[in-house]
């Protein structure tokens, strides 16, 4: 399967862009999270906020989506040693199946680990 030409039809000139199908644990709506591409095909989803403006709460949900079958799966820290609640921070994969999560604001005040 050709992951580059996946959710889009049209043409070169005028493409047209569709919603994919997705199947697991989908996560639910968030923002100020961060998606990081880990190897060829698979995406962590961490963090970010849920709810509406105002009224929100900052996660430490950690999601794997595979891309090459569109599937969400939830992950959590065998011993629940992972990253705190956290939103606008930064991660960046640093090795094909690792990553970092840096900073970020807990809503109470800002984080620098």
């Excluded at 199908?21 to 962590?44: C, D, K, M, W, Y």
């Excluded at 999560?101 to 680990?113: K, P, V």
């Amino acid at each position: 399967m050709n992951l580059a030409t996946r959710g889009r039809g049209g043409t070169p000139a005028k493409p047209e862009y569709v919603k994919e199908s997705q199947h697991g644990e989908i996560p639910a709506p968030r923002f100020g999270h961060t998606t990081t591409l880990v190897n060829n095909s698979r995406v962590v989803l961490f963090g970010g906020a849920t709810g509406d403006s105002g009224r929100y709460t900052i996660t430490a949900d950690c999601f794997l989506l595979d891309a090459s079958t569109d599937t969400w799966t939830r992950i959590r820290a065998e011993d629940g040693a992972g990253p705190s609640a956290r939103a606008a921070h930064a991660a960046a994969c640093v090795d094909y199946s690792q990553m970092v999560i840096y900073g970020g604001a807990t809503g109470g005040g800002s984080l620098s680990s």
